[in-house]
């Protein structure tokens, strides 16, 4: 159809959408499929078989250049696979809508065979005389009916025509001029898509695919997007992804890499593989553009592909990327070990200040990576979560904010959480996984916000909190797994864990002082805490609440090393400044609390 469309003004006839052959659009958009399935396994072939090999074997500035180029040529197949399934999605989002237009119009041509109308090579539709009223003792004369591509911009005249064959003959008419526009319009559409579809000298690969990937996912919406579960439970959109044919996956990662790889249910292998290439694509999108907000998050997501494509160091757990995102603060969950095949599967939502920066690349995945790393120590393999599905407060006074918080933002990433697990429950093949919850900072009242959905948050058996301001509740029965299976640790020297109420921080909010919880650790005598209140709730730590606290170190004192500092709050996840944690919270998430050390709660 390529060339003969052209809009409103196309030459495009009924006789020409009825013959045209989508069997065969659909045959060149399999031949894309295979060029491009070529194109992955030899991706695969460079970034798992050959740069290892390199990497593990060879040292000097020859084997480096060597790294580089092979780099560089697998970047290349990952741009001609992504551009090889936008062809074959827009080769087969185009049969989708011709023969959809086919449709309408041979259901017109069969009425007006059945009616004995002749429909023209116009599209016009003639009509015989017919009807009651007679005309010089004649029945109502017989006409030609022309259609209206576009009925909404013609108002109804309110006239009603005496031979009742005109009406059927106008509505004839009008469905074999709109199917005959609508395919043209399809026609014009996708025929500049195709035409864009090419790599333009000088342009970098990640920008073009973005380019191309944008004006392709927009085409292909009623062909994709719209049968995507968007609104089904994760077990049904694990079932639903499980009834695609091969082919209707490869398009949904090619298309859609972005929906399928943060679409909770989806099996993980599946969701790593749609987020490495939407990495690709956000990175490309990102690097148009100037501003400090997408120049942080661009370095974050290249720190993140970086150290997706170095892969594992010996004893490591391999990552899975199972969310990633430009949106707010930004968004990505890393998986440190298969969470569908793991055993026991671990959680961990940070908390104040965390966004998609150098700071999260670089730090709070390994928190996950370390944990990963213990919890494998004591047996059942174990994969352990990072988690950044949220907007979390951002505040360049750092624990200040804290003191101002509100519960929206834990409200909302409580429900992103809970929806979450229950894709990490439903994807597990275990029967029943063990898992666990862990929140830091403000990422406990998150956890705590998702807890308290009717049912607990699904599929999790231990919920652990860490440097909490509070969780929302105040008791650990309000959790949902029972107060033996909440535990909480709270360094000694940790600020933020005796954050006072919103109706004792009188020294933050009038101001006196430096105010907040600096100004609660200095002047605690001043402040009322007979009812174990902290800024969300009853403290965690306290005996009030009924969680099991477990040892954890001290951390470094507000005031002790020449300046303020609140390290303290920071170090539960580091094997090496707060060994008793780490080992605590990997007990924890490998079944076998009965292990951990306690201490007395507050």
């Given at each position: 159809?390529?060339?003969?469309?052209?809009?409103a003004g196309?030459?495009?006839?009924?006789?020409?959408?009825?013959e045209?052959?989508?069997a065969?659009?659909?045959?060149?958009?399999?031949?894309?499929?295979?060029?491009g399935?070529?194109?992955?396994?030899a991706?695969?072939?460079?970034e798992?078989q050959?740069?290892?090999?390199?990497?593990d074997?060879?040292?000097g500035?020859?084997?480096?250049?060597?790294v580089?180029?092979?780099?560089?040529?697998?970047?290349?197949?990952?741009?001609?696979?992504?551009e090889?399934?936008?062809?074959?999605?827009?080769?087969?989002s185009?049969?989708?809508?011709?023969?959809?237009?086919?449709?309408?119009?041979q259901?017109?041509?069969?009425?007006a065979?059945?009616?004995?109308f002749?429909?023209?090579?116009?599209?016009?539709?003639?009509?015989?005389?017919?009807?009651?009223?007679?005309?010089?003792?004649?029945?109502p004369?017989?006409?030609?009916?022309s259609?209206?591509?576009?009925?909404?911009?013609v108002?109804p005249?309110?006239?009603?025509?005496?031979?009742?064959?005109a009406?059927?003959?106008q509505?004839i008419?009008?469905?074999?001029?709109?199917?005959?526009?609508?395919?043209?319009?399809?026609?014009?559409?996708?025929?500049?898509?195709?035409?864009?579809?090419?790599a333009?000298?000088g342009?970098?690969?990640?920008?073009?695919?973005?380019?191309?990937?944008?004006?392709?996912?927009d085409?292909?919406?009623?062909?994709?997007?719209?049968a995507?579960?968007?609104?089904?439970?994760?077990?049904?959109?694990?079932a639903?992804?499980?009834?695609?044919t091969?082919?209707?996956?490869?398009?949904?990662?090619a298309?859609?890499?972005?929906?399928?790889?943060?679409?909770?249910?989806?099996p993980?292998?599946?969701?790593?593989?749609?987020n490495?290439?939407?990495l690709?694509?956000?990175m490309?999108?990102?690097?148009?553009?100037?501003?400090?907000?997408?120049?942080?998050?661009?370095a974050?997501l290249?720190?993140?592909?970086?150290?997706?494509?170095?892969?594992?160091k010996?004893?490591?757990?391999?990552?899975?990327?199972?969310?990633?995102?430009?949106?707010?603060?930004?968004?990505?969950?890393?998986?440190?070990?298969?969470?569908d095949?793991?055993?026991?599967?671990?959680a961990?939502?940070?908390?104040?200040?965390?966004?998609?920066?150098?700071?999260?690349?670089e730090?709070?995945?390994?928190r996950?990576?370390?944990?990963?790393?213990?919890?494998n120590?004591?047996?059942?393999?174990a994969?352990?979560?990072?988690?950044?599905?949220y907007?979390?407060?951002?505040?360049?006074?750092?624990?200040?904010?804290l003191a101002?918080?509100?519960?929206?933002?834990?409200?909302?990433?409580?429900?992103?959480?809970?929806?979450?697990?229950?894709?990490?429950?439903?994807?597990?093949?275990?029967?029943?996984?063990?898992?666990?919850?862990?929140?830091?900072?403000?990422?406990?009242?998150?956890?705590?916000?998702?807890?308290?959905?009717?049912g607990?948050?699904?599929?999790v058996d231990?919920?652990v909190?860490?440097?909490?301001?509070?969780?929302?509740v105040?008791?650990?029965?309000?959790l949902?797994?029972?107060?033996?299976?909440?535990?909480v640790?709270a360094?000694?020297?940790?600020v933020?864990?005796?954050?006072?109420?919103?109706?004792?921080?009188?020294?933050?909010?009038?101001?006196?002082g430096f105010?907040?919880?600096a100004?609660?650790y200095?002047?605690?005598?001043?402040?009322?805490?007979?009812?174990?209140?902290?800024?969300?709730?009853?403290?965690?730590?306290?005996?009030?609440?009924g969680?099991?606290?477990?040892?954890?170190?001290?951390?470094?004192?507000?005031?002790?090393r020449?300046?303020?500092?609140?390290?303290?709050h920071?170090?539960?996840?580091?094997?090496e400044?707060?060994?008793a944690?780490?080992?605590?919270?990997?007990?924890?998430?490998?079944?076998?609390s009965?292990?951990i050390?306690?201490?007395?709660a507050r």
């Open positions: 159809m390529r060339g003969r469309s052209g809009g196309s030459g495009l006839s009924w006789s020409v959408l009825r045209v052959k989508c065969e659009l659909e045959q060149a958009a399999d031949g894309w499929g295979r060029v399935n070529r194109a992955d396994a991706r695969d072939r460079i798992g050959l740069l290892p090999g390199l990497r074997t060879q040292r500035e020859a084997p480096d250049a060597a580089r180029g092979l780099r560089r040529l697998g970047t290349n197949f990952q741009y001609i696979y992504t090889c399934g936008l062809l074959r999605t827009a080769l087969n185009l049969a989708h809508e011709i023969k959809a237009q086919q449709r309408v119009l259901g017109a041509l069969d009425d065979a059945a009616l004995n002749t429909v023209h090579a116009d599209g016009s539709v003639t009509y015989p005389a017919a009807g009651e009223g007679l005309v010089d003792g004649k029945p004369a017989g006409g030609t009916a259609g209206v591509p576009n009925p909404g911009m108002p005249s309110g006239l009603v025509a005496p031979n009742p064959n009406g059927k003959a509505d008419a009008d469905r074999v001029a709109q199917a005959v526009r609508a395919a043209a319009d399809a026609d014009w559409r996708y025929t500049r898509i195709l035409r864009s579809l090419k333009h000298e342009l970098g690969v990640p920008v073009a695919t973005w380019t191309d990937a944008a004006a392709v996912r085409a292909a919406r009623g062909y994709l997007r719209d995507i579960p968007h609104d089904a439970s994760p077990a049904e959109r694990k639903w992804w499980a009834g695609l091969d082919e209707q996956r490869e398009e949904y990662l298309v859609y890499p972005d929906r399928i790889g943060n679409l909770d249910g989806i993980a292998l599946v969701r790593d593989a749609a490495r290439d939407n690709q694509l956000l490309g999108k990102l690097e148009g553009r100037d501003d400090d907000d997408s120049a942080t998050k661009l974050a290249r720190e993140i592909d970086r150290q997706l494509r170095a892969g594992p010996a004893g490591e757990p391999p990552m899975y990327l199972l969310g990633i995102g430009d949106q707010g603060n930004g968004r990505a969950i890393v998986s440190y070990g298969n969470p095949a793991a055993r026991n599967v671990a961990y939502v940070p908390g104040l200040n965390t966004s998609l920066d150098m700071g999260f690349a730090g709070d995945l390994k996950a990576r370390d944990l990963s790393i213990a919890a120590q004591y047996g059942a393999p994969a352990a979560i990072t988690w950044l599905g907007d979390a407060p951002q505040s360049p006074d750092g624990l200040r904010s101002v918080a509100v519960d929206g933002r834990a409200e909302q990433g409580g429900r992103a959480f809970h929806d979450f697990m229950g894709g990490v429950k439903a994807a597990n093949v275990h029967d029943d996984p063990h898992m666990t919850a862990i929140g830091h900072s403000y990422g406990s009242r998150t956890v705590g916000s998702a807890a308290q959905h009717p607990g948050i699904p599929g231990e919920i909190f860490v440097g909490s301001p509070g969780v929302g105040d008791s650990a029965d309000e949902g797994v029972g107060r033996d299976h909440v535990f640790g360094a000694a020297n940790d933020v864990t005796k954050l006072p109420s919103k109706a004792e921080s009188v020294l933050g909010v009038a101001g006196v105010g907040g919880p100004a609660a200095a002047f605690g005598d001043l402040v009322d805490r007979r009812d174990d209140d902290v800024w969300f709730g009853r403290d965690p730590a306290s005996e009030a609440f969680a099991r606290r477990f040892e954890v170190g001290d951390g470094p004192p507000l005031i002790g020449g300046k303020p500092t609140i390290d303290a920071s170090e539960y996840f580091d094997p400044l707060d060994k944690s780490v080992d605590n919270m990997a007990l924890i998430a490998a079944g076998r009965h292990k050390k306690t201490e007395d």
